[in-house]
């Protein structure tokens, strides 16, 4: 069974930065997608932001041209860059892996608090 081990989240003021990482237990080199989604209380869990098998990504608007998710194959390793944070960015964020056989799976979630 795959496992996904995040780090990375924390409490940060409006404005700051944070890298957000989720580690797998195998190859994500051929995996069809990865993603970012997060769940903030009261609210339905969102898809953030994914990465394709050949590099494609998406974004949810409210991200665009804040976030940055990418990956580093040698390490296992997938990465969102989350930039000019804001409040509204608060909330417990997962990574998943949709294999093209198999899955998916689910990280155990990262909480991110942006304060103002």
């Known amino acids: 069974q795959v496992q996904l081990v995040e780090s990375g989240g924390g409490l940060v003021q409006a404005g700051g930065s944070l890298r957000l990482s989720c580690a797998a237990s195998g190859s994500i080199a051929s995996t069809y997608v990865m993603a970012w989604y997060r769940q903030a209380p009261g609210k339905q869990r969102e898809l953030v932001a994914r990465i394709f098998r050949g590099g494609t990504t998406n974004y949810e608007d409210s991200v665009k041209g804040r976030f940055t998710i990418s990956r580093d194959n040698a390490k296992n390793t997938v990465y969102l860059q989350m930039n000019s944070l804001k409040p509204e960015d608060t909330a417990v964020y997962y990574c998943?892996?949709?294999?093209?056989?198999?899955?998916?799976?689910w990280g155990q979630g990262t909480q991110v608090t942006v304060s103002s």
């Open positions: 998943y892996d949709s294999p093209i056989i198999g899955g998916p799976y």
